[in-house]
């Protein structure tokens, strides 16, 4: 397996479903990060954990919930989204939580809320 | 507050020709710099960085940046462009204060042979 994975790679769901994103990393790390990634606009960053424990929140709504439970795998836990939540949402993972280390992102999940 | 400008949202350049992406910063303190590369269907891939010393920072893929500090800006060049070239571009600073990064909306590079 190369460094970071995501499943699905493609969602579809309706605002009243329940979904969970799932992020792997193999790189050994102990940071692993949730963006959003939206049609022109920035890339947002939603959560950072660090050795399991979050880190960052940045005033995500509470519909989307993540969850670490060990260093190599993240969950984002999706339920009652607006269509305005659809977007890439992209995992990344680094040695250390903080700006100076290098991210490896994982491919993303194209979400679309119906 | 922080911010990220990426001037150009899209630029198409003929293989071979020399290429420069535009990046702009607001931040308060020593900026720690980023230009992330986005090909179709793929995550963000590092091209280099800037945290200190040398203005000038080489990266992968031949591409280099130079820190203005006076011009609040840390454009990305290319010598020579290939058509694997062709990608999204992100500039990104990161604030050690919060552990945030603050993106651009990117620059969309098409390339003609």
């Known amino acids: 397996e190369t460094g970071v994975t995501q499943t699905p790679r493609h969602l579809v769901m309706g605002m009243t479903n329940k979904k969970s994103l799932k992020c792997e990393q193999h790189?050994?790390?102990?940071?692993m990060y949730w963006y959003k990634q939206s049609a022109k606009k920035p890339l947002e960053l939603m959560f950072v954990?660090?050795?399991?424990?979050?880190?960052e929140n940045n005033s995500v709504p509470s519909r989307f919930s993540p969850e670490c439970p060990n260093s190599s795998h993240l969950f984002l836990h999706l339920h009652t989204l607006q269509p305005e939540d659809s977007a890439l949402y992209l995992c990344?993972?680094?040695?250390?939580?903080?700006?100076?280390?290098?991210?490896?992102f994982g491919p993303g999940t194209r979400l679309t809320v119906l | 507050a922080q911010s990220v400008t990426q001037p150009d949202i899209h630029i198409t350049v003929s293989e071979g020709a020399s290429l420069e992406l535009r990046c702009n910063y607001s931040?308060?303190?020593?900026?720690?710099l980023f230009w992330y590369v986005q090909s179709p269907g793929q995550g963000l891939q590092l091209l280099l960085k800037?945290?200190?010393?040398?203005?000038l920072v080489q990266g992968i893929k031949g591409f280099e940046a130079e820190f203005k500090r006076s011009q609040s800006s840390f454009n990305l060049r290319k010598p020579s462009v290939h058509w694997s070239d062709a990608a999204e571009y992100f500039c990104?600073?990161?604030?050690?204060?919060?552990?945030?990064?603050?993106f651009g909306t990117g620059t969309s590079l098409t390339v003609i042979p």
């Open positions: 790189l050994g790390h102990n940071a």
């Open positions: 954990y660090s050795l399991e424990e979050r880190v």
């Open positions: 800037y945290f200190s010393g040398d203005t």
């Open positions: 990104a600073v990161g604030a050690v204060t919060g552990n945030q990064f603050y």
């Open positions: 990344a993972s680094s040695p250390r939580a903080g700006v100076t280390d290098t991210q490896y």
């Open positions: 931040y308060g303190a020593t900026p720690y």
